[in-house]
């Protein structure tokens, strides 16, 4: 497994951006799809965007596709969550994931970070 640790939350006005950025430890990261996902207050966890091992490929939620951008850097050992026009309903913990496969299914995924708030006013 590896280890991550999310950074980048916070709160921020309707329209603003925020990147969001998780940091793996250990040498193999890029044996990893990655993937971001989020938990609002009384909801389910649900997946945001994943990327496969090489960056070659994404997958968005509907409601975030044209406004996030997930990008990864294997020689960082980092992914990144780029978030614009950001909306309230955007808010919610954020959470990056690493796993085996490029899956949008949180069971998927067996390593998880800490999570990192994002707050979106109206």
């Known amino acids: 497994q590896v280890q991550l640790v999310e950074s980048g939350g916070g709160l921020v006005q309707a329209g603003d951006s925020l990147r969001l950025s998780c940091a793996a430890s250990?040498?193999?990261?890029?044996?990893?799809?990655m993937g971001w996902f989020r938990q609002a207050p009384g909801k389910e966890r649900e997946f945001v965007a994943i990327?496969?091992?090489?960056?070659?490929?994404?997958y968005y939620l509907n409601s975030v596709k044209g406004r996030f951008t997930i990008s990864r850097d294997n020689y960082k050992n980092t992914v990144y969550l780029q978030m614009d026009s950001l909306k309230p309903e955007d808010t919610a913990v954020y959470y990056c994931?690493?796993?085996?496969?490029?899956?949008?299914?949180?069971?998927?995924?067996?390593?998880w970070g800490q999570g990192t708030q994002v707050t979106v006013s109206s």
């Open positions: 990327v496969t091992r090489t960056g070659d490929s994404t």
């Open positions: 250990g040498r193999t990261f890029s044996q990893y799809a």
């Open positions: 994931a690493a796993g085996p496969t490029y899956s949008t299914i949180i069971r998927d995924y067996n390593s």
